[in-house]
């Protein structure tokens, strides 16, 4: 009989693809060839017909696509903690702001991201959608720890220590894309930061870039209901309204957090085919409200799921994140059912790699598509017994039951330790940044 070569064979007690929708497999095995899924069969068809290099057995673990973060700024872990309990604009505006205008430069960024990247590889985060300054030291550091990542070519009106104006910033932005754009593992947004903080010329040429480049637009949109009250006193109409009349609206648009939107709006961002980030954590810390995501799944909108950044929720943990989504769904629709867990695992998984047009390559156990893979231990005290595994994913499990993560089939977490990243090292970058940003703030 002829055998199929694979790379790497992978048995799990529970193979969850994402699509087809609701499937789980049993005592299955996943079969890695050349970085990409090349067959989920059953064991004894492995044993069968298929001859891996490398065998990994994991028994009591689920099998499920990588986990992407549709919206973080991974360089603002070094920003932890630093200033709590404080509305959006005046955490940003007094805080968050003059902070770092004083220290985010290159290194301030690189080994932001490099903490990220080690806490959200723990967490079985494969992929993250990044916004912040110097984005090409966040590409770096992503590259180093060997994560996907879509980088985001930010644009703000406010010059910064990255760079001085719109034309700047934007250059800048698209000069790193070409320099980038064949690495397998990086992909590109173009990340106006919100609209209270880019002007209807900056807005335009965005929308002229992201129709002449194919790039996602992705940008903090109806956060607070200041930024709305503002709009209307500034522009004389909502944000939405503005970005809608400036060409933004279509199947690239990322609109981040979306909490403050009426049934129009909704509307409007289905029939445009735009996407939702949503941050439930960060949402409820800085009292933001509560996105409709009843609503908007129920109209047809495509919602996946963000931690935001570390500053202001202040854990990049998918898991939790998706728990919380699904938990706060129920509760605000009054429906028990308005977010299964199987939906709310896709929201996590391939509903983000849509929005970022990556799921014909990820967010779901396909054949062909790349080996972005995380094994989840379910045999401890804290899942057990397991009636519904999925259930137990999305309502029971914690970051701590991640113990193999594959990124493009690359191993980059093994028994719960990641193999890219020396994390003696950057807890003491870590600390040393602790002392130098408390010190000037103390000055």
């Not at 673990?61 to 070094?78: D, E, K, S």
């Not at 644009?155 to 910064?160: E, Q, Y």
């Not at 979306?258 to 029939?271: G, S």
């Not at 109209?299 to 854990?315: K, L, P």
Request: charged fraction near 20%; aromatic fraction near 6%.
């Amino acid at each position: 009989m002829n055998e199929f070569a694979a790379d790497l064979r992978i048995d799990a007690d529970w193979i969850v693809p994402v699509r087809p929708e609701n499937a789980v497999i049993t005592n299955a095995s996943l079969m890695v060839r050349a970085g990409n899924i090349a067959a989920i069969t059953s064991r004894d068809d492995a044993d069968r017909s298929w001859r891996a290099d490398r065998r990994v057995n994991l028994p009591g673990h689920a099998l499920i696509p990588g986990l992407v973060n549709l919206h973080t700024h991974a360089a603002m872990t070094l920003l932890r903690g630093y200033a709590d309990d404080l509305p959006l604009m005046s955490w940003l505006n007094d805080h968050i702001w003059p902070a770092e205008a004083r220290h985010a430069n290159a290194e301030f960024v690189r080994d932001g991201t490099r903490l990220a990247c080690l806490e959200m590889l723990h967490g079985g985060i494969t992929c993250f959608n990044d916004m912040y300054f110097f984005p090409g030291a966040t590409l770096e550091a992503a590259g180093e720890a060997g994560i996907r990542i879509a980088a985001g070519l930010i644009l703000v009106d406010f010059p910064s220590a990255y760079a001085s104006d719109t034309d700047d910033y934007l250059r800048k932005g698209l000069e790193l894309r070409d320099a980038w754009r064949d690495q397998p593992l990086a992909h590109f947004c173009l990340a106006p930061h919100a609209p209270y903080s880019v002007g209807d010329r900056g807005l335009e040429k965005i929308a002229t870039y992201a129709a002449q480049l194919d790039l996602p637009i992705h940008m903090h949109v109806h956060e607070t209901a200041d930024e709305v009250r503002l709009s209307l006193e500034r522009y004389g109409v909502r944000p939405l309204a503005r970005l809608k009349s400036l060409g933004l609206l279509g199947p690239g648009l990322i609109a981040v957090h979306a909490v403050h939107l009426n049934d129009q709006e909704i509307t409007w961002l289905a029939e445009h085919g735009c996407h939702v980030a949503h941050c439930p954590a960060s949402n409820l810390k800085l009292a933001s409200g509560f996105s409709p995501v009843a609503k908007l799944l129920d109209t047809g909108v495509n919602v996946g799921i963000g931690s935001d950044g570390a500053a202001s929720n202040n854990r990049l943990d998918m898991l939790a994140e998706t728990r919380l989504a699904a938990l706060l769904c129920k509760g605000i629709s009054g429906n028990p059912a308005s977010l299964p867990a199987h939906r709310a695992l896709e929201m996590a998984t391939l509903a983000g790699a849509r929005a970022l047009g990556l799921d014909n390559r990820i967010g779901s156990l396909e054949i062909g598509k790349s080996a972005d893979l995380v094994a989840i231990d379910l045999d401890r005290p804290t899942t057990q017994p397991c009636y519904d595994p999925v259930s137990q994913l999305v309502y029971s499990a914690g970051r701590e039951q991640v113990s193999h993560v594959w990124v493009g089939g690359n191993q980059v977490v093994a028994d719960g330790r990641c193999q890219t990243l020396d994390e003696t090292r950057l807890l003491s970058r870590a600390h040393a940044w602790r002392g130098r940003i408390a010190g000037s703030n103390a000055n």
